[in-house]
Nanobody
């Protein structure tokens, strides 16, 4: 199973980007987006259940980022608006076959499958 993340790039503060995550040939029960800035730990950004029953966001992105899906194409997206320099990081999509409860969606070790990461750079 492979996850493929794409859509990163270099943008100015205030701009928008949409990241995409494709899973090879299947869907999972829970998807998450994480990010890792240089010299920092990988941190949680957003997650949701594929069946639409639960969504979770990090406080730092709530109201600016939106996680969504395209059921037919089996794609997961992260729409990022009002980007800030502190959003600069490598963004990873992750997935698990388990239906996570909200309190565990932000934990890296709950996800078995990870994409390769896509770099987002926000200039001031």
């Amino acid at each position: 199973v492979q996850l493929q993340a794409s859509g990163g790039g270099l943008v100015q503060a205030g701009a928008s980007l949409r990241l995409s995550c494709a899973a090879s040939g299947r869907t999972f029960s829970t998807y998450g987006w994480f990010r890792q800035a240089p010299g920092k730990e990988r941190e949680f950004v957003a997650a949701f259940r594929w069946n639409g029953s639960g969504t979770k966001y990090a406080d730092s992105v709530r109201g600016r980022f939106t996680i969504s899906k395209h059921s037919v194409n089996k794609m997961v997206y992260l729409q990022m608006n009002s980007l800030r320099p502190e959003d600069t990081a490598v963004y990873y999509c992750a997935a698990t076959s388990r239906t996570l409860i909200l309190s565990t969606m932000g934990r890296k070790n709950e996800y078995e499958y990870w994409g390769q990461g896509t770099l987002v750079t926000v200039s001031s």
